[in-house]
């Protein structure tokens, strides 16, 4: 089975950075994917690990130690409309259930002046 | 722009009655999906479909069933509707090859109340 825990929340200041970790308990998967979802709206996908290692896409960058069973998510400059809830998620390798993602309960993310 | 779009934003039901939830997407993806989010417990799987006619059950499919008679439209069936299944269900879809496999686009939701 999969199992992924993340802070339920976190707080930061305004052009801060901000790291978000995700550690995970899995027999096996594809990548690790993150997703925001502001108050009252629907996730988006944010960034994917397939391999170990930093992606960087603008000021948000994720980490992927398969080796630790670790990741996170690192906001950098932060803004206050990065105040988001933020899911890690993974696509488990085997049978059917190699088309879904089983998602992290997700971090609650405050930017604060 | 990808889009998927949920019949309804919100939605009010009385104990019982049989709903209906509808989701299509606009980008010819094979896989769609049904999930409900409840505060504190994430993104839970009811269903999945990863072709026309064809469904898996997700984490939770007890009291929820599924159609996709067409490849854009997934529909979620709430047979007898109860006060525990009052919750936000949110659609997604996604590709079935590669690594956009886990590039999961999610339509604006459906808060359903049930009384």
């Known amino acids: 089975g999969q199992s992924l825990e993340q802070p339920s929340e976190v707080t930061a200041v305004e052009g801060a950075i901000v790291q978000i970790n995700c550690t995970y308990q899995?027999?096996?998967?594809?990548?690790l994917s993150w997703y925001q979802q502001h108050d009252g709206g629907a996730p988006t996908f944010l960034s994917y690990?397939?391999?170990?290692g930093l992606e960087e896409t603008g000021r948000f960058s994720s980490f992927l130690s398969r080796s630790d069973s670790y990741g996170y998510l690192l906001l950098q400059e932060l803004q206050m409309k990065d105040s988001a809830s933020y899911f890690c998620?993974?696509?488990?390798?085997?049978?059917?259930?190699?088309?879904?993602?089983?998602f992290g309960k997700g971090t609650k993310l405050s930017v604060i002046p | 722009d990808v889009k998927v779009t949920q019949s309804s934003r919100y939605l009010v039901k009385r104990t019982g009655e049989k709903v209906f939830l509808e989701c299509v997407q606009d980008?010819?993806?094979?896989?769609m999906f049904w999930y409900r989010q409840d505060p504190g417990l994430g993104l839970r799987l009811i269903y999945f479909?990863?072709?026309?006619?064809?469904?898996e059950k997700g984490d939770i499919p007890e009291g929820y069933s599924v159609s996709r008679e067409k490849k854009e439209r997934f529909s979620l069936i709430l047979e007898s509707a109860s006060t525990n299944q009052t919750s936000m269900y949110l659609c997604?879809?996604?590709?079935?090859?590669?690594?956009?496999?886990?590039?999961?686009?999610f339509g604006p939701g459906t808060r359903l109340t049930v009384l």
């Open positions: 997604a879809s996604s590709r079935i090859y590669g690594r956009e496999t886990d590039t999961q686009y």
């Open positions: 899995t027999s096996g998967f594809y990548g």
């Open positions: 690990n397939g391999l170990d």
């Open positions: 998620a993974v696509r488990p390798h085997s049978g059917a259930g190699s088309y879904q993602l089983t």
């Open positions: 980008m010819d993806h094979e896989n």
């Open positions: 479909s990863y072709d026309v006619k064809m469904k």
